[in-house]
T-cell receptor, first 112, second 110 residues
Framework: AAGVIQSPRHLIKEKRETATLKCYPI?????VYWYQQGPGQDPQFLIS???????DKGSIPDRFSAQQFSDYHSELNMSSLELGDSALYFC???????????FGQGTRLTVV | EDQVTQSPEALRLQEGESSSLNCSYT??????LFWYRQDPGKGPEFLFT???AGEEKEKERLKATLTKKESFLHITAPKPEDSATYLC???????????FGPGTRLSVLP
């Protein structure tokens, strides 16, 4: 079965650089979530989209932005990167707003 | 504010030794409670969704139950391959995001 695809899987950036993470949801899933998970921590909600519109916002820094495109893929843009942004970034998709979400394998971002 | 706590933080079992993991939650209007399994460096893998008190779901050696304040994940006769972190998450009726608990790190020794 098709799963959520994230790219790249690993990314190394220097402080103050920008990064773009991509997410391709499961076909026919209309809802996308972005989560950040630091070492030994639980996933923290950043932002979500339903039918290409932002639907909920969590603890996403102002330096980050995201959007969902007409083909339902989503991108998380991160600027002025800081060392503390180093984490695993997960994208998840669901076939509706009231049902379980399926997670991708994540992008490991390392800021040096 | 929606909150999820899980206990124990870590659990070591011998192969075949059954046990239960607890997830306690505070949420204004529960839309759903979700259990995930996460292996190191990988994305959470969906296990179960529970929507109302009294509901139970089963899958192989795992069984999830739900009350008005907590959920249990029962593991019967675990095997070493069940070793992982088990995450509980809730979705409130007013929002869309999933609020995760800190997880229980399960180790099953052969």
């Amino acid at each position: 079965a098709a799963g959520v695809i994230q790219s790249p899987r690993h990314l190394i950036k220097e402080k103050r650089e920008t990064a773009t993470l991509k997410c391709y949801p499961i076909p026919r899933h209309d809802t996308v979530y972005w989560y950040q998970q630091g070492p030994g921590q639980d996933p923290q909600f950043l932002i979500s989209f339903y039918e290409k519109m932002q639907s909920d916002k969590g603890s996403i820094p102002d330096r980050f932005s995201a959007q969902q495109f007409s083909d339902y893929h989503s991108e998380l843009n991160m600027s002025s990167l800081e060392l503390g942004d180093s984490a695993l970034y997960f994208c998840a998709s669901s076939p509706g707003r009231n049902t379980e979400a399926f997670f991708g394998q994540g992008t490991r971002l390392t800021v040096v | 504010e929606d909150q999820v706590t899980q206990s124990p933080e870590a659990l070591r079992l011998q192969e075949g030794e059954s046990s239960s993991l607890n997830c306690s939650y505070t949420v204004s209007g529960l839309r759903g409670l979700f259990w995930y399994r996460q292996d190191p460096g990988k994305g959470p893998e969906f296990l179960f969704t529970l929507y109302s008190a009294g509901e139970e779901k089963e899958k192989e050696r795992l069984k999830a139950t739900l009350t008005k304040k907590e959920s249990f994940l029962h593991i019967t006769a675990p095997k070493p391959e069940d070793s992982a972190t088990y995450l509980c998450a809730v979705q409130a009726s007013r929002g869309q995001n999933f609020v995760f608990g800190p997880g229980t790190r399960l180790s099953v020794l052969p």
